[in-house]
């Protein structure tokens, strides 16, 4: 089975630099842009560039990157280099430059990539939770993005969907959705109605992921994973959609937030200490900032 790479979106000159400098490093072995830039679909005109670098078994220094900023923009204070826990689901290190659109800069090693084939061949896979996803993600998320991405340089080849990944994710997504929609039931009969929207969503997620990878298509990596990818049928989505309020804003949101004793906006700031990397060990302190001679 066979996916569709996206084509490289014509690339601003601050960008453009990022990627050939990107290039230009011994151990970068393939240059790629993700995300909604790759495939066409921006959220807005502000949103940030996603690049992949794949890279061989040493990473780039923080001071490679460093050199990455582009002219005019050497004083700017960029985010430090974070590097994923064991167990994350990108097994990656993440590295954003502080100018506008934000470009984030994820390195890869290709030795994940390949572990992740090779795990897919044999119809393996792990299922993470991750906090950027309601209902957590796949590690196949690894040749999604790598099958879904624009190559600038470089080639790491375009992981297909195996028969044997689709014969074990597709069940096993749907058995999910079945358990999350019996929990939805329990919710219900205990009264805990956000307990049983919680398990809903998990249960229209899971059928999504279910539906996409029994047709042989990797998972797009999208907020509208329900809306762009047609494994939901409309009339299903304004069921659900209707289940938690008829009319559904971002203010809405902010009242809940507010009624829960959240502030929405330090949501940001903890993306950007690398909070969402994994949880930080007590002696590292507030920010965890690990080079790359010491992270694996």
């Not at 014969?167 to 358990?179: E, F, H, I, L």
Request: hydrophobic share 40%.
């Amino acid at each position: 089975m066979s996916t569709t790479e996206s084509q490289a979106p014509e690339l601003p000159s601050t960008v453009r630099a990022v990627v050939d400098g990107l290039a230009g490093l011994p151990q970068v072995r393939s240059v790629r842009i993700a995300g909604s830039r790759a495939r066409g679909k921006p959220t807005s005109p502000d949103s940030d560039w996603d690049i992949l670098a794949y890279t061989e078994e040493a990473l780039p220094t923080l001071g490679e990157l460093h050199r990455l900023l582009p002219s005019g923009t050497e004083q700017a204070h960029p985010y430090p280099l974070h590097t994923a826990n064991p167990g994350h689901p990108f097994q990656e290190s993440e590295f954003t430059l502080p100018v506008s659109p934000r470009i984030d800069v994820c390195l890869r090693p290709f030795a994940h990539l390949q572990q992740e084939q090779q795990r897919a061949a044999l119809g393996t896979f792990t299922v993470h939770s991750y906090p950027k996803t309601a209902g957590g993600v796949p590690s196949y998320i690894l040749l999604s993005e790598a099958a879904l991405s624009a190559p600038v340089h470089g080639d790491v080849g375009k992981p297909v969907c195996p028969d044997a990944l689709v014969a074990a994710a597709g069940p096993w997504w749907r058995g999910r959705a079945s358990c999350a929609l019996l929990l939805a039931i329990d919710h219900v009969a205990a009264g805990e109605l956000l307990g049983a929207l919680e398990h809903i969503l998990a249960a229209a997620t899971s059928v999504a992921h279910s539906r996409l990878i029994s047709g042989g298509s990797w998972y797009p990596i999208t907020k509208r994973l329900l809306d762009e990818t047609g494994a939901i049928e409309d009339g299903v989505r304004e069921h659900l959609a209707g289940l938690s309020a008829s009319r559904l804003t971002a203010a809405t949101v902010r009242q809940v937030a507010d009624g829960l004793g959240v502030d929405v906006d330090e949501g940001l700031d903890w993306l950007q200490r690398g909070e969402h990397m994994g949880p930080i060990r007590g002696d590292q302190g507030p920010v965890r900032v690990i080079s790359h001679q010491n992270e694996r």
